[in-house]
């Protein structure tokens, strides 16, 4: 008897993580945010440039994608997420 109620009580425990892998959407605002303060795909590019490895890591990780070594790569990853994100605000 004693068995099953304690199996119960450990059905109701939580583990402070979320049931589902959908992203909230405070972090859905957060990213769109990180693009949003663009106003076209030309002033992102400068932006981009203008920015030193350090930095360029950190707007990533604030914009949802991992940091990595390449430069040139990351730089395409973050303009193919910037488009997305445009694409989204647009429909």
Known sequence: MKKLNLKNKLKHQTDGKF???KP???SKLNK???FNSFGSEQSYVDF???LSLQQLHEHATNAG???IDNRK???LR???RFAK???KAVA
């Open 19 to 21: 049931d589902t892998d």
């Open 24 to 26: 909230s959407k405070l």
């Open 32 to 34: 769109f945010a990180v």
């Open 48 to 50: 981009l440039l203008n």
């Open 65 to 67: 994608e991992i940091p």
């Open 73 to 75: 790569l990351l730089e």
């Open 78 to 80: 973050l303009l193919k």
């Open 85 to 87: 994100s445009i694409e």
